[in-house]
């Protein structure tokens, strides 16, 4: 299961007041509302960007299927994640 | 949930050991087994963990794909072989569970993974497949989803891997390991019709682990596809869905194979409909009269009646778009 693995969650991100790159750019986008949902949103789409799979916003969203957010932020998700990538390819 | 014993055996045969021992529940990725486990439809005393074993691995040689049972969904879907020469693997893998499930889910899990009868998985209710002799509530129930092919008065439960319809179509097998050493299962073999005993919905003796699958390559591997209908778009069980390959040469069809997925009580080959379709051409008229030679005998109720247009409608849907 996880025995021997490291874990990293919500608070392991920033370093110090530094946002993640993924943090920021859910603020930039009004990635939430209520903010319930968002550390478990946060940390899929961490997983989402580095694994490199999404190449568009339908498959964001795929990706991210199964994160539901019941005040309805899923395009400023979207918009979050696809800029992250965006970013992520320029500067590789 | 029940305490349990949780133990890491290291090597193979440790672990067959320890899974031959009463009330024992092998354990893998864990994300269908958890959930059994707070439902208490699963309620083990000791708990197999499968992690520390090498059960991985994914190779394509002399014609043969081997998966080791440790593999999750992801690494199976994304891995380059598959996608190039089993596109209908990976196309199923993609369009099932969620993408984190998926990368924590194993293929030896998908194989072994329950029904989600609603109420296998709700222990107020009968069910013969969760206690043997139980009856069943499904019958004269609510089975919108449930099946219409390999059905018997004692279970109309629909098996509900998307994997392991494009592996009863390729036809792959199932390598195991048990007391007596490592034997091979044909996947036409590995799940049991519901028929007298629906508990007994494998073929594997007590203790025995699946090591790998294998699946060998043909042409119709390499020209299929995975189609699947589900009631959202997105992380949702099959209401039903289709596996397809076919091979063509001048315009005639020399090799079909076909797999139907949440229209049978397990894995379904439609066998009837690839006999028709070998050696006829890619016609519409065929794939339609195909599609009426799969549903043959279906069993409804008047809630899932829907299935036998819907799955011959998918079925047509796929032969077209390789053809």
Partial sequence: LCQGKEITTIEGLSDGDTLHPIQAAFIEHDGFQCGYCTSGQIMSALAVVNNGHAHNREQIGELMSGNLCRCGAYNGIIDAIEEVINQKRLTR | ?323
């Fill in chain 2, 1 to 323: 949930m029940k305490p349990f014993e949780i133990v890491y055996p290291k090597t193979i045969p440790e672990a067959v050991r320890q899974g031959q021992q009463r009330d024992s529940l092998f354990i893998a990725g864990g994300t269908t087994a958890l959930d059994l486990m707070k439902y208490h439809v699963w309620q083990p005393s000791i708990v197999v963990t499968l992690e520390s074993l090498s059960l991985k691995g994914i190779r394509l040689e002399n014609n043969l794909l081997r998966i080791g049972a440790g593999e999750t969904m992801s690494n199976v879907a994304y891995h380059s072989e598959v996608g190039q020469y089993f596109p209908m693997i990976k196309e199923s893998l993609l369009l099932a569970a969620s993408q984190g499930i998926r990368n924590a889910a194993t293929i030896g899990g998908n194989l072994m993974q329950r029904t989600r009868c609603p109420y296998f998985r709700d222990t107020t209710y009968r069910c013969n497949q969760r206690e043997a002799g139980a009856g069943c509530d499904a019958i004269g129930g609510w089975n919108r989803y449930h099946a219409i092919l390999a059905t018997s008065p004692q279970c109309i439960a629909a098996h509900a891997s998307d994997l392991c319809v494009a592996l009863a179509a390729l036809q792959a097998s199932v390598i195991v390991y048990g007391s007596s050493g490592e034997r091979r299962i044909a996947f036409g073999d590995f799940y049991q019709l519901p028929g007298k005993n629906p508990e007994e919905l494998y073929a594997l003796k007590p203790g025995e682990l699946i090591l790998r699958i294998e699946v060998p390559y043909s042409e119709a591997a390499r020209n299929s596809t995975y189609i699947k209908v589900r009631d959202r778009n997105s992380y949702a069980f099959a209401i039903s869905s289709v596996a397809a390959g076919i091979t063509l040469s001048t315009g005639t069809i020399t090799e079909v194979k076909i797999g139907m997925g949440a229209v049978a009580t397990i894995p379904w080959k439609a066998r009837e409909a690839e006999k028709f379709l070998s050696g006829k051409a890619p016609t519409e008229e065929n794939f339609r009269e195909a599609a009426r030679l799969a549903t043959q005998g279906a069993q409804t109720t008047p809630t899932n009646a829907f299935k036998v247009p819907l799955i011959q409608n998918i079925l047509l849907k796929a032969l077209s778009k390789l053809t």
